[in-house]
C-alpha cells in the first residue's frame, strides 16, 4: 500500500520516539520503515479434545483448526547491516493508517 507523505510523516514523527537506540548489532543508528506491513502469525490453540483421525489428517477446510491471532508490525531496517524489527502498529497508535487491511481494534487491548 501506496502511504501518503503526510503518513510518511507521521510514522517517521512516531519512530523518532520509540526507537530512539542505534542497532544493537552494527551501533549505526539509520533505520528506515517499509510500508508493507508485516503479520505475525500464531499458531492455533490446542484442541481441547483428543484429536481424531479426521482432524489431524486434515490440514485446510472446515475441520481444519482456526489459526491463532495475528499481530500487524511495521517492519523497520537498519540500513547498514539489515537487522530488521517488528514494531506492532498497535502499540505504536499507527494501526489506522492501515484501515480496511487489518482489524481497527483487536481484541483485549
Ligand atoms: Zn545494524
Redesign the pocket.
Known sequence: MALTPDQQVRITNMLRMKLTE??P????KNWQFGENLVMLQTLPSPPRHRPTVLTTLATGGPLSPRPGPSYPTLPVM?Q????TVLLNVYKLGLADLWQGQIPASPKGS
Do not use: I, K
Request: aromatic share 0%.
Open positions: 542505534p542497532c548489532l552494527c551501533l549505526t537498519c547498514n547491516c539489515g537487522n
